[in-house]
């Protein structure tokens, strides 16, 4: 019975562990924005955008690279947005990005 006791100890401990720890592999949360440039030959975009809370970022207008030159295509300035980004070696950059409907 001891032994029974803990292993279902040690189980619980470790759910809880994985449960309480902020999972590394979900996405973010996607951020609404507003596109105000398309810079295709550079690869970036300009969104003036809200909070992004995993990169701990208040809203403002900044320039971010882009994974993925077809993201480019779907949008153009004036566009309400959602997207993700990421900081990549030190490049802020959408990683996904879909007009708002």
Do not use: C, W
Not at 43 to 62: A, E, S, Y
Not at 74 to 88: L, M, T
Request: positive net charge; proline residues 6%.
């Amino acid at each position: 019975m001891k032994i029974a006791r803990s292993i279902l100890g040690t189980s619980l401990l470790a759910v809880a562990a994985l449960v309480s720890t902020p999972a590394l592999t979900q996405p973010a949360d996607m951020t609404d924005a507003e596109v105000r440039k398309v810079d295709k030959e550079n690869r970036k975009i300009t969104l003036k955008h809200g909070q992004i809370r995993n990169l701990d970022m208040p809203p403002m207008t900044m320039v971010f690279n882009v994974t993925d030159d077809a993201m480019l295509d779907k949008v153009q300035p004036g566009d309400k947005v959602r997207f993700r980004a990421a900081n990549d070696g030190g490049k802020f950059t959408v990683t996904e990005i879909q007009p708002v409907k």
